[in-house]
């Protein structure tokens, strides 16, 4: 017959403390695969998801990671465009957004953006940086240094063009 036996002693293990870990620099709430819906007045403005969401104790800003993409809608609530990046951060009072690394926007006309840095002023409704960018739109293409257009990207400018070419 066979026959289970347990030994146990017990012994009160207490656990490790890093003293190198400032609790301050852990963040407070972290989920996974969130939206944040950005509205006013009733009207959704913008739908931000994040691979990664983190808010930090005693910080103004929520920090996007793992993959972001916002959808930018006008009052009528119609879809303008999409942004993607790789992270970014939200503004936790005035809801604008910062997004970096491999920044795309692509407009619902058809035009594209690339750049490294781009920022979006919720109140003003736009989109602006001082970094190099890259737009295609049916009716040009553009690169230069600093950008400012409305958010669906149909009236922009760049600052320092340096280079165009004018579609076939």
């Known amino acids: 017959s066979a026959a289970l036996l347990f030994l146990g002693c017990e012994e009160k293990v207490k656990p490790a403390v890093l003293s190198s870990v400032d609790s301050r620099s852990l963040p407070q709430q972290e989920s996974t695969n969130s939206d944040i819906i950005v509205s ?30 916002v959808r930018f809608f006008d009052r009528d609530g119609q879809m303008t465009t999409i942004l993607t990046s790789e992270e970014g951060t939200v503004d936790e009072t005035s809801n604008n957004l910062t997004a970096k690394r491999n920044v795309y926007v692509v407009s ?45 990207l149909k009236n922009y400018r760049i600052f320092q063009v340096t280079g165009e070419a004018r579609p076939q």
């Open 40 to 69: 006013d007045s009733g009207r959704i403005r913008a739908i931000i998801h994040a691979g990664l969401l983190r808010m930090y104790d005693g910080s103004r800003e929520t920090q996007l990671s793992r993959g972001v993409r």
């Open 108 to 152: 619902s006309d058809s035009a594209k953006l690339r750049t490294e840095e781009l920022y979006w002023d919720n109140r003003r409704q736009l989109i602006h940086t001082p970094a190099y960018v890259r737009i295609i739109s049916p009716r040009e293409q553009l690169q230069g240094q600093g950008f400012e257009s409305d958010q669906g």
